[in-house]
């Protein structure tokens, strides 16, 4: 195993999707040192589609041609873009590792995960050994392959018209294998109206694939009819498969990071971090509502910008609080406190009685949320006793005799 880099970097960003560029645009805006890992081609999924009309400002643009404005974009930005596949990681320490299959090893401080998802697979006899044979997930990855064919397209939402309005172009017919009953899809409405009026469509309700047969290339599917048993052969050329997608969480499985029960990274809705600290996440491999490319730019904006946070309060910590050879006195305080404000005077002036032995620590609680949480500390004010990176004491009431209570410390800490 080889150590490329010997200073930890201020951000790695595993994923090169537009969430990760988002993420690495912001890091880099912030002065973050910022390594983006992509294992493919940068632009993720977004890059596969031939047509995005609710890109912001964009009016309407190819995939390849957005994701290609947000690369330059970053790379415009100083962020180091390397391509390798992420294997593994441990990011329960302060520092963060991040290993590649290469077997490079990376670190950082801090780690944002947009690693995206890719399709489901349908899981039926044939699949598997006639994909990249007439077996696709990608329709502007294959569509030329088969100009003036005929093809079938397994889904009913989004992606799945999309993709099928798409293969018209090029095909000689597409049909679309729907699983509910006649009329009811879960496409969008303004999609379905398209899908309908394309005369290269034709529509086969209440159905499901078998089987995908064909010798080296694909020749026929096996189609059962949900409402009836019946099963018959139908001849096509290819099999496009758009039924959802799966996140690309599997390197994460035993990092101890929260997953749900599909493999989703669990993260805040507010700042996207996620229960390890110092580890965001972004974009479509989050568990999420909408995914998007709008929502995964976001996230990864959110994201950069909490990470950032992240590393000036854990520098702050280390700088003010865990670092000094002195004992810290660490004031949680609010400016909606009157108390804690009191507070933080007696702190001084008891400490300057104390002949200035303690170095003082102020801890904004609403600002510094998850130092308070680290800390147990539930109100304002708090304030903890500090030495040598250690809480030896806290005191949370009677700050009527906080002299009283600073004096005996010092005997302690002298
Ligand atoms: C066919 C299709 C059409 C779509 N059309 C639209 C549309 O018109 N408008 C719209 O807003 N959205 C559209 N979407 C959705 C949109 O593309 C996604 O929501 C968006 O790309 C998610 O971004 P992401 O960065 O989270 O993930 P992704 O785009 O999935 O990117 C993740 C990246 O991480 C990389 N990666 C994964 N694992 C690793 C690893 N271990 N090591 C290193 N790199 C790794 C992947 O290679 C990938 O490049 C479409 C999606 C599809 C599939």
Redo the contacts with the bound molecule.
Sequence with gaps: MTTPMAAPYDLII????????TAAIYGARAKMRTLL?????????????E?????PGAGKTT?PELMAQFRSHTEHLGVELIK????GVDLTGEVKVIE?RKGNRYEARAVIL??????RTLGVKGEGPLRGKGVSY???CDADFFTALDVVVVGNG??AV??ALYLTRFCNSVTLIIIHPFGTMDANKASQERLFQNDKIRLVWHSVIEEIKGDGLVESVVLKNLGTGELTEMETNGVFI?IG?VP?TE?LKESGLALDERGYIIADSETMATNIDGVFA?????RKWL??????AS??AIAACAAEKYLAEEEHLRHEVLEPSEPVLAVFWSPASQQSLDVLQWAEQCNAQAGGLFKLARIDLYKSTRLAERFGVEQVPTVLLFRNGQVVDRLDANFDDFCHWLTERTQAVR
């Design positions: 595993v994923g090169g999707g537009p969430a990760g560029m890992i992509e294992k493919a081609r940068h632009g993720g999924q977004a890059a596969t589609t047509e995005v009309e609710n890109w995939g390798e596949d992420v294997a590649t947009s690693p995206g998802a890719h399709p990608c329709a502007t989004d992606a999309e993709e758009f997608t690309n390197f972004a974009g479509d491999a989050r995914r998007q490319i709008v929502t995964a996230d990864g």
